[in-house]
């Protein structure tokens, strides 16, 4: 048999031929898992959207929580505040149901407990880029009971410009 001899390459072709034999090596994705609201276990990698050790349900959302806490500071604002839009009760068959809440992304303001109308100086955004049967009905709901609108936002330039319309003082554009 007869012996086969390596070609010997240009020196630079060599160099490509060299990297490309390297095995390659891939780092995994952080993956999260969660139960969704079926019951079953949503798989999603939430690199892009963890900042500061919390998971955000948008990139977006990741994106104008950082742009909040530099423009206003994290103690002007809370994350995901959850409103009961009507409490849990048992029906006339002895079953119980559960409460229906919404949880807005950011409350802007002053301090406010659970269970108290919000005030005039209290601003709700959501950030929304599709708008859900479900959202549409509990935003009506919390329209009802807060006397107070959902502002959503779908880019930062629109937070920006709901802060300053309503009086709110920005440190610095990010």
């Excluded at 839009?85 to 409460?99: A, I, S, T, W």
């Excluded at 049967?133 to 936002?153: S, T």
Aim: proline content about 7%.
């Amino acid at each position: 048999m007869a012996k086969k001899t390596a070609i010997k390459w240009p020196e630079k072709y060599q160099k490509q031929i060299d990297e490309a034999a390297k095995p390659k090596v891939v780092t995994p994705v952080p993956v999260v898992k969660r139960p969704g609201k079926t019951g079953r276990i949503k798989v999603s990698a939430a690199v892009d959207r963890t900042v500061d050790g919390i998971v955000f349900d948008s990139k977006l959302e990741a994106k104008l929580y950082l742009e909040l806490v530099a423009w206003i500071g994290k103690d002007a604002f809370s994350l995901q505040p959850k409103f009961c839009l009507q409490p849990g009760f048992v029906d006339y068959q002895g079953k119980k149901q559960r409460e229906i809440a919404y949880s807005a992304d950011f409350l802007i303001g002053p301090p406010w407990v659970e269970g108290t109308p919000l005030t005039e100086q209290h601003l709700v955004v959501d950030v929304k880029g599709w708008k859900t049967e479900l959202y549409r009905l509990k935003k009506k709901m919390f329209l009802f009971q807060q006397q107070r609108p959902i502002l959503e936002v779908k880019k930062s330039s629109e937070l920006l410009q709901l802060l300053l319309d309503h009086g709110i003082a920005v440190n610095k554009k990010p």
